[in-house]
T-cell receptor, first 113, second 113 residues
């Protein structure tokens, strides 16, 4: 049982480049989330989805976009990368809106130079 | 405004002693509470969940919840060096919001051999 799979694990981007962070889960969870984690700043919600075709903004959505075409996949798109987007990105999924906790992916460490 | 507060530490505890981690939350009426352990460079891992006032024990871990005082704590008995990590408190705010959990910034725990 793979749980939540994120790719890539590491990436270096140049300012202005774009990329997609992939996230897939095999637990048939309807709820999926993208967080970023900066040192000393905790986890901040970027976007979330309550099911295929339904997404909504979290606390820090600027500079990001998401889509949810299937229950399994929830990719995060970075357009025009900026140094402020240097962070560790975690995808998570849950049964219900977090009522039983999240399962996290292993994370993507992104550096924008 | 949803807030979850934790002392950032570091909290240093001798091996074999009891480590006590505390968390307060602002949203009265919150129903679900979680403790995650995060090793350096790794993703958060769910170790305890608690939903009712009182204590919940799982092996060396005990979660304590006091809704009237709006705090939740985690006790780790017989602390081991492998318990050294950052511990994140997470709360599911009241209502049917789909935006999931609110996380504290975490407490860095160091178990001294």
């Amino acid at each position: 049982n793979a749980g939540v799979t994120q790719t890539p694990k590491f990436r270096i981007l140049k300012i202005g480049q774009s990329m997609t962070l992939q996230c897939a889960q095999d637990m048939n969870h309807n709820y999926m989330y993208w967080y970023r984690q900066d040192p000393g700043m905790g986890l901040k919600l970027i976007y979330y989805s309550v099911g295929a075709g339904i997404t909504d903004k979290g606390e820090v959505p600027n500079g990001y976009n998401v889509s949810r075409s299937t229950t399994e996949d929830f990719p995060l798109r970075l357009e025009l990368a900026a140094p402020s987007q240097t962070s560790v990105y975690f995808c998570a999924s849950s049964y219900g809106a977090g009522i039983s906790g999240y399962t996290f992916g292993s994370g993507t460490r992104l550096t924008v130079v | 405004q949803k807030e979850v507060e934790q002392n950032s530490g570091p909290l240093s505890v001798p091996e074999g002693a009891i480590a006590s981690l505390n968390c307060t939350y602002s949203d009265r009426g919150s129903q679900s509470f979680f403790w995650y352990r995060q090793y350096s460079g790794k993703s958060p891992e769910l170790i305890m969940s608690i939903y009712s006032n009182g204590d919940k024990e799982d092996g060396r871990f005990t979660a304590q919840l006091n809704k009237a005082s709006q705090y939740v704590s985690l006790l780790i008995r017989d602390s081991q060096p492998s318990d050294s990590a950052t511990y994140l408190c997470a709360v599911k705010p009241p209502g049917g919001g789909a935006d999931g959990l609110t996380f504290g910034k975490g407490t860095h725990l160091i178990i001294q051999p």
